[in-house]
């Protein structure tokens, strides 16, 4: 297997096994079950290489209304939680430049994920810690109907916090540790 294989193959692995399997996100079974979501690997370093991948991508699902959402994966040059936060910064400005605000929105995860006003070792920041700096492309359209589908939206990240807070670090991280294997 190549090596981005590997890192498709592990990004893969944490969505069926934490984020699915925990139900961390309820709207990503469908999508998996469906087929519906791609994982693109993203082998650039710098800033302005990495936004014109997240372009491609807006470009790709602009013409392909089958995928419902993209995964891009940056492997390399954010291995650093703040240098990436100024990179999702970054490329939600430039989605509103190129006329994509109400089109697209990004969620983004990434190994040392922290929210903001919490200790980087709270086991809640497991909820947004992938194998990968990740950019998630979701469509706005398909995000409202799910928003407006589901029972209690405003419950899910505090159902999350709660898990997360119960299971653990260890918990966690070995199941990190996991996905990272090539099955």
Not at 30 to 50: H, N, Q, W
Not at 101 to 109: D, I, P, T
Not at 146 to 162: G, M, Q, T, W
Request: overall charge negative; some cysteine.
């Amino acid at each position: 297997m190549s090596s981005t294989e590997d890192k498709i193959t592990h990004t893969q692995n944490w969505v069926k096994n934490v984020v699915v399997k925990y139900n961390i996100c309820p709207f990503a079974r469908r999508e998996v079950e469906r087929g519906s979501i791609r994982y693109a690997l993203c082998d650039e370093t710098k800033k302005e290489s990495v936004l014109q991948c997240l372009m491609d991508e807006c470009h790709f699902l602009d013409e392909h209304s089958e995928v419902e959402t993209t995964l891009l994966i940056i492997p390399a040059g954010f291995e650093g939680f703040y240098d990436f936060i100024d990179l999702v910064e970054m490329a939600n400005s430039l989605l509103e430049m190129q006329d994509y605000e109400g089109v697209y929105q990004l969620a983004n995860f990434h190994p040392d994920y922290c929210f903001a006003d919490e200790r980087q070792s709270a086991p809640s920041n497991y909820t947004n810690r992938s194998p990968y700096p990740t950019l998630h492309i979701i469509r706005e359209t398909s995000m409202e109907e799910a928003i407006n589908n589901h029972p209690d939206v405003d419950a899910i990240p505090e159902r999350n916090i709660s898990f997360a807070n119960k299971k653990g670090n260890a918990f966690f991280a070995d199941l990190l540790a996991t996905c990272m294997l090539n099955k």
